[in-house]
C-alpha cells in the first residue's frame, strides 16, 4: 500500500513519537484483543492457547518487528479504554476503518476486507435489504461499526456483549436481524450449522480492519504497516487467512 | 379429699420430658373454686412446666388435666387425656386445647406485654380479636379493670414507658380480661425491682379475696403464707409435700422440703 | 478534566437520569415488592416444622445465593426460550431480580422472626390466638422492626445490580452511560457520573430508612 | 441437551476448575484477608469519640456501598492510568475488591463489636486494662463470634463479584466459561456450568462457616 | 468522727449529671479500713454511680475522692478532684485514674464475666495481663481463691457451665486476685435465684470477717443488717441519712428512710 514507503522516513525522528522505541527497547508488542470472538480472537478448544486470525496476524507482525507478541484480553466495550490508558499498544480485533475511529486512533494499513451481512430467521421475507432495516429491531455490540451501520439503516438497535448474545436474540425471535461481519456468520455456520437462520443482505462496499493505536503511535502504526506489507508479499497473511476461513481476506 | 367433680381443676400423673429430660414425672393436684395453691420449690424443679401445661402451652407426654368452666350450667367439665395424645400436639384435640386456654390465662415472669401495641390494645386483643366479644363492652370493661389497677391514665402508653411494676399489673389484667376461670402466675414478681413488688403482690391478695382461683408460682414464702390456701413444694418431677402454707412452711414433713425452705429462709 | 467533560457530563446528566427514572427506580421498587412478598413465604417455609417445605426453601435460597446474578439473568432471558419460555426483557429483569431478592430477604425475615422473644409467642397463644393469628397480629409487626435495617440494605444492593439489566437489553441508567461513552470514548467521566447517581440514589434510600425506623422505634422503643 | 453439549461440559469442567483455582479462590481470599484489616481500621473509626475520624470512615463507607462494584473495578483499572497511575489486572482486582470488602464488613463488625454488652467493657476497665487492651482482649474475641455468620456471608458475595475480574482481564471462572462459550458458541450452557461451580464454592464455603461457628461457640455459648 | 486521714476512702461533694439528669447531688461518705458500707435506696436514685465513680469507671463533674492504699508505707493517698476535671476523662490524669481503679475493684451485679476465658484465665487476666506479676504465683494464689470459694474444680469451665451463684462467686474470687484495697459491690445477689443467694451472701460475710473494706448496694437489709458495720441511704441524689444499721434500720430519722423501709419490709 502507499503508506509502506514513507514509513522508513524521517516521520519517525518528529522527536516526541516514542512509540515504536519503546516497543523495541522493551521487546514486546502488547496487543488488546477480545479472545472470545471467533475466528478472529479465541482459545483454542475452549480453554487453550489464545488464537484466531488477528492473534495470528498480530504475532507474525510482532515476529517480523522482531519482538514477543504479548496478549491482553478485555472486552470489546473496554478495549478503547485499554487503549487508552495505555494497557496496550495497539488492538487487533477487528476494528474497521470508520471516519469517527480514525479522528480518534492511529490505524495502520488494513489486513482483513469483508463484508457486513443482515443475518435474519429463514422464514423472515420482510428484509432484504438494509434500507429494509427501517423500522425494525437489531441486536449488535455498543461501540461496534455495525452497530453504527444498523443504527444509520433506521434500525433499532439492542445492545448486547457479542455475536453470541445477538444470534441467540434472532433465532429465538426476539429481535428481527442482527448485522456483522460475513466471515463471523461464515464461521458460525460451520461450526453449529446456523439452522434456520439466513443471509438477508450484504453490504456493496468492503469494510477494512486494521490495527488500531493511540493517536499518538504513528510511529507504530507505520512500522507495523511496514511488517503487514512484507507478510502480504511472502503470502503469509493469505496463509493465516485460509487457515481460518478457507479464503483470502487480507486482500 | 372431696370428690373429683367438685374441684375446679384435677390434675393426674401428669408427664412431660425434654428429650432424656423428664421433668414432670407425675404431677397430681386439685384446686377447688377460690382457692390459691401456691407452687414453690428448686430451680428447674418444673414448676413453669405444669404452669405451662395448664395453659396448654406445653403438651404433656401422659396424664390427665381436667378443668370445669366458669359456670357449672354452661361449661361443661373438659379433660385432655395425654397418654392418649402421645405427646404430640396434634394427637390432642384441637378444640379441647382450644377450651382449656380458654379456661386458663397466664402472668408471666417477664410480663410478655406486646411491645408495639398500647397498654388498652394489650388488654383488648384477647377478648376482641380472638373471643370475638363487642369491642364497645370490652372497651368498658378493659377501662375499669386497668382504673381498678390504678393504670387509668396510661391507657394509651406503650409497655416500654411503663416501670416493671406498672407492665406487670397490665399483664395481670390482661389476663383477667379473658375471663378465665383459673389464673395462673409464674413468678409474677421475680423480674421487679424491689420496691416495686408491693404493688404487684397486693394486688394478687385482693383478687384472691374477692375469690379468683390461682395458681402461683412464687418464691416469696411470706406471700404464700398469707395469702394461699395450700402450698404444694415440688421437687424431682413430684410433688413432694403439700398441705396448709402456715402448717406446711413451719414445719414440713419431709426432708428435701426442710432443705428447701431453710436455704430461702436463713441464706446466710 | 478538560471543559468539553464538564460539557459531556452535563449534556449526558439528563438521559442518566432519566434513565434512572424510568428504568433503575421502577425495576427495582417492582423487584423488591415482589421479592419481599415471596421472601415472606420462603421464610415462613424455612420456620416450618414440615421438613421437606423447609428443604425446598433452603435449596431455593442456597441456590440464589451461591450463584452469581449475572447467570441468574441470562438463564432466564437467554436460557428459558430453549424450554420455549420467551420473556421480554422487562419481565424478565423484574423476575430474575424478584427471585434474587427473594433468596436474600427471606434469610433476612427469618432472622428477624426468631429475634422476637420467645414470650411473644407464648403470651399470644395465652390469649387464645392460633399461630397464624399470633404470626399476623403479634410477631411479624415486632419482626418488621428489626428487619428495616438489613431489608433496606437489600434494596440498596438490589439498586446497584440493576445495572446487570443493561446486559438483558433493559435501558436503566447503566446503559445510558455505557452508550453515552461508547460514542464519545469517555469512559470514565461517564462512568464516574453514573457512580455518582447511584450513590445519591442510594444517599436518599439510606435517609429514607432513617425516617422509617424512627417511625416504627415509636412502638418498641426500650 | 445434546449429547455434544454434555462432551462439551465434560470437557470445559477442568478448565473452569482450573479458572477457580488459579483465578477466583485466591482472588477472594487475598481480597477478604486485606478487606478484613481494612475494615477493622474503619469500624474502629467509626466507633472514634473524634468526629472527623467517624466522618472519614462514614462517607469511605458510603461510597463504597452506595456504587456498583463494577464501576469501582473500571475506575481503578481504566480511570488511574489517566493520573499516570498504572495497576496490573491482579492488583487492580485485588485493591478494588478489597476496597469492596472493607465498605461492607467494616459496618459488620461495628455492628459486631457495639453488640458486645457493655458489662464487658466494664469488667475489663475494672481489671485495670486500657481502651486498647479491653478492645483486642475481651471485645474482639467475642465480637469473632458474632461477626462470623455476616462475615461469611460477606466472602461469599465476594466469591461471586470476582466474576466480574473477568471485565479487567483477569482470568478466572467466569472469563473461562465465557471463553469457552465463545469457541463452542454455547454460551447458556457454558454459564449454567460456571453457576454450578460457584455453587458448589459458595456450599463448601458455608459449611466450613459452620465448622467455625461451632469451634468457635465452645468459648461463648449460653 | 475521726480524722480523714484515717480513713480508707473520703467522698466528698460528688457530683454526677448525665445531660440535665443530676443524677448525684452531692455526695459524701468515708469508709474506715475494715469497715463495711451498704448503700440503700430505690431503683434510679444513683447507687450504682456512686460504685462506678468510685471505680473510676464514671467520671464525675465535681467533688472528690480520696482513697489510700493497702500499706500506708509504700500506698500514698491518691486524691482526684473531679470540679478540676470538668467532668471529662481527659481532665483526670490517667495515672491518678489508674491507681483508682487498681485500690478498688467491683463485683457486679451481672457478674460481667469474660465469656471466652474460662474461669481460671477470668481471675487471672487482671493480675498477669495488667498488673505483669509472674504468672505461675498468680495462679497459684487464683487456684487457692478458687478453692475457697468451693470452685476448684470448676478451673477450665467456661463462665456459661456454672449456675448464677458460682459465676458470681467467680465474679468475687476475680476482684480479690486484683488485691484491691477496697472492694464494690452493685447488687451482688439481685440477678441469682433465690436458693443461690445464700452461698454468695456466706461468702461475702466472710470477707467482711476477714476485715476487707467493702461497700455494697443491696436491697437484703437482713444482710446489711447483719453485715454492715453503716448504713447510708440514697435519694435524690445525696445521702438522705446514714449510721448504725441496726439502729438505723429498726428506727429511722427521715421520713423518706421511713417509707423506702416500709415498702420494702412490708410489701403487701
Ligand atoms: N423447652 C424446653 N426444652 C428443653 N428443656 C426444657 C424446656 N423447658 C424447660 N426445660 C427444662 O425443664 C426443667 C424444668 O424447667 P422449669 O422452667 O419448669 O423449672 P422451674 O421449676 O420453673 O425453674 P425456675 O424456678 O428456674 O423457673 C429444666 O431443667 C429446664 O432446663
Ligand atoms: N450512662 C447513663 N446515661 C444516662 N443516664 C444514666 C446513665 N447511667 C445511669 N443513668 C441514670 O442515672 C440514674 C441513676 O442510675 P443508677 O444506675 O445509679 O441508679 P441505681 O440507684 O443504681 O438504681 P437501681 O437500684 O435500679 O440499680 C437513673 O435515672 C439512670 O437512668
Ligand atoms: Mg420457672
Ligand atoms: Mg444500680
Given amino acids: ?251 | 379429699m372431696s370428690p373429683t367433680d367438685q374441684k375446679l381443676l384435677t390434675v393426674r400423673g401428669l408427664q412431660k420430658s425434654f428429650g432424656d429430660n423428664q421433668v414432670l414425672k407425675s404431677i397430681d393436684l386439685t384446686v377447688a373454686r377460690g382457692e390459691v395453691l401456691a407452687l414453690i420449690g428448686p430451680s428447674g424443679s418444673g414448676k413453669t412446666t405444669v404452669l405451662r401445661c395448664l395453659n396448654g402451652l406445653e403438651i404433656a407426654d401422659g396424664g390427665t388435666i381436667e378443668i370445669i368452666g366458669a359456670d357449672d350450667a354452661t361449661h361443661a367439665p373438659v379433660t385432655i387425656d395425654f397418654a392418649a395424645a402421645h405427646g404430640s400436639r396434634a394427637g390432642v384435640p384441637k378444640k379441647t386445647l382450644g377450651t382449656l386456654r380458654d379456661r386458663s390465662a397466664m402472668v408471666f415472669q417477664h410480663y410478655n406485654l406486646f411491645p408495639h401495641k398500647t397498654v388498652l390494645e394489650n388488654v383488648m386483643e384477647g377478648p376482641v380479636v380472638v373471643q370475638r366479644r363487642p369491642r364497645a363492652e370490652v372497651e368498658t370493661e378493659a377501662l375499669a379493670l386497668l382504673e381498678r389497677v390504678g393504670l387509668g391514665e396510661k391507657r394509651d402508653s406503650y409497655p416500654f414507658e411503663l416501670s416493671g411494676g406498672q407492665q406487670q399489673r397490665v399483664g395481670i389484667v390482661r389476663a383477667l380480661a379473658l375471663r378465665p376461670t383459673l389464673l395462673l402466675f409464674d413468678e409474677p414478681t421475680s423480674a421487679l425491682d424491689p420496691e416495686l413488688v408491693g404493688d404487684v403482690l397486693r394486688l394478687i391478695k385482693e383478687l384472691a379475696a374477692e375469690g379468683w382461683t390461682m395458681v402461683i408460682v412464687t418464691h416469696e414464702l411470706e406471700f404464700a403464707r398469707e395469702v394461699a390456701t395450700e402450698v404444694a413444694f415440688v421437687d424431682g418431677g413430684t410433688i413432694v409435700e403439700h398441705g396448709d402454707p402456715k402448717e406446711m412452711l413451719r414445719n414440713p414433713q419431709h426432708e428435701r422440703t426442710r432443705q428447701f425452705l431453710h436455704r430461702l429462709l436463713f441464706p446466710f | 478534566m478538560s471543559e468539553s467533560t464538564w460539557q459531556l457530563l452535563l449534556d449526558s446528566l439528563w438521559p442518566l437520569i432519566h434513565g434512572a427514572i424510568t428504568g433503575t427506580i421502577p425495576l427495582a421498587l417492582a423487584s423488591f415488592a415482589i421479592g419481599l412478598v415471596l421472601a415472606l413465604g420462603l421464610a415462613l417455609m424455612r420456620l416450618s416444622k414440615r421438613r421437606w417445605l423447609s428443604s425446598i426453601a433452603q435449596v431455593y435460597i442456597s441456590i440464589v445465593r451461591g450463584t452469581p446474578l449475572l447467570v441468574q439473568l441470562f438463564v432466564i432471558f437467554y436460557g428459558l426460550p430453549s424450554l420455549g419460555i420467551v420473556i421480554d426483557p422487562w419481565p424478565s429483569a423484574i423476575v430474575a431480580f424478584s427471585i434474587n431478592v427473594g433468596g436474600y430477604a427471606a434469610e433476612v425475615i427469618r432472622a428477624a422472626i426468631l429475634s422476637v422473644p420467645k414470650g411473644q409467642w407464648e403470651a399470644a397463644y395465652m390469649i387464645g390466638m392460633s399461630h397464624r393469628r399470633a404470626l399476623t397480629r403479634i410477631i411479624l409487626p415486632q419482626a418488621a422492626r428489626v428487619s428495616v435495617p438489613p431489608l433496606s440494605n437489600t434494596f440498596i444492593s438490589l439498586v446497584k445490580d440493576t445495572s446487570l439489566a443493561s446486559l438483558i437489553l433493559v435501558t436503566e441508567l447503566f446503559r445510558e452511560a455505557q452508550q453515552v461513552a461508547a460514542f464519545s470514548q469517555q469512559f470514565m467521566a461517564l462512568y464516574l457520573e453514573a457512580a455518582l447517581l447511584y450513590w445519591v440514589i442510594c444517599l436518599v434510600l439510606s435517609s429514607g430508612q432513617g425516617v422509617l425506623e424512627k417511625r416504627l422505634d415509636r412502638y418498641v422503643a426500650h
Avoid: C, M
Fill in chain 1, 1 to 251: 500500500s502507499a503508506s509502506a514507503g514513507d514509513s522508513g522516513s524521517d516521520g519517525a525522528a518528529a522527536g516526541t513519537d516514542e512509540s515504536l522505541s519503546s516497543v523495541l527497547e522493551s521487546g514486546t508488542l502488547t496487543i488488546g484483543t477480545e479472545g472470545t470472538y471467533r475466528p478472529f480472537s479465541y482459545h483454542a478448544d475452549g480453554s487453550g492457547e489464545l488464537t484466531g486470525y488477528d492473534v495470528e496476524v498480530a504475532r507474525a507482525v510482532a515476529d517480523q518487528l522482531g519482538v514477543e507478541a504479548e496478549f491482553e484480553e478485555t472486552q470489546w466495550d473496554a478495549i478503547f479504554a485499554g487503549l487508552e490508558a495505555g494497557r496496550f499498544d495497539t488492538i487487533a480485533n477487528q476494528v474497521s476503518i470508520t471516519p469517527e475511529r480514525v479522528e480518534a486512533y492511529t490505524f495502520s494499513t488494513p489486513y482483513t476486507y469483508s463484508t457486513g451481512v443482515i443475518v435474519v430467521p429463514e422464514d423472515n421475507t420482510s428484509i432484504a435489504s438494509f434500507a429494509d432495516l427501517a423500522g425494525k429491531t437489531t441486536a449488535q455490540s455498543l461501540t461496534s461499526n455495525w452497530y453504527t451501520l444498523a443504527t444509520e439503516s433506521g434500525a433499532t438497535v439492542q445492545s448486547v456483549e457479542g455475536w453470541a448474545q445477538s444470534v441467540a436474540l434472532v433465532e429465538q425471535g426476539r429481535v428481527d436481524a442482527t448485522v456483522n461481519d460475513k466471515l463471523t456468520y461464515l464461521d458460525y455456520k460451520k461450526q453449529t450449522g446456523a439452522a434456520g437462520l439466513k443471509i438477508a443482505a450484504e453490504t456493496e462496499e468492503r469494510s477494512e480492519s486494521a490495527f488500531a493505536f493511540a493517536p499518538e503511535g504513528t510511529a507504530l502504526a507505520e512500522a507495523v504497516s511496514d511488517a503487514l506489507a512484507t507478510l502480504s508479499e511472502d503470502g503469509t497473511l493469505a496463509a493465516i487467512s485460509d487457515t481460518y476461513f478457507g479464503a483470502d481476506v487480507s486482500q
